[in-house]
């Protein structure tokens, strides 16, 4: 079994950032793509950026330019950081972790993006 913690929400003004960060109870150094999704109020959960162990990333089209994925291996931490915000962008944000054993969720972090 594998838990992800998130962490790093909370409340910012439109054109401002935030750091998310998911930490792993397993080692994510090979085998793996871990995520981001995010789920809005009547809203069907998506995905916002993605990154596999081979360093490939992607990225949903909304979010590109302004997002950045990471990995920390001698953290086990993935990371999602997150510029010019929108009031769009905000949403629960869950971390995934996907590997042969199975897909694994974050309980989510909230991010509110309002002036």
């Known amino acids: 079994q594998v838990q992800l913690v998130e962490s790093g929400g909370g409340l910012v003004q439109p054109g401002g950032s935030l750091r998310l960060s998911c930490a792993a109870s397993v080692s994510i150094f090979s085998g793996n793509v871990m995520g981001w999704y995010r789920q809005a109020p009547g809203k069907q959960r998506e995905l916002v950026s993605s990154?596999?162990?081979?360093?490939?990333?992607n990225y949903a089209d909304f979010v590109k330019g302004r997002f950045t994925i990471s990995r920390d291996y001698a953290k086990n931490t993935v990371a999602l950081q997150m510029n010019s915000l929108e009031p769009e962008d905000t949403a629960v944000y869950y971390c995934?972790?996907?590997?042969?054993?199975?897909?694994?969720w974050g309980r989510g972090t909230q991010v509110t993006v309002s002036s």
């Open positions: 995934n972790f996907r590997n042969f054993d199975g897909n694994y």
């Open positions: 990154t596999a162990t081979d360093g490939s990333t």
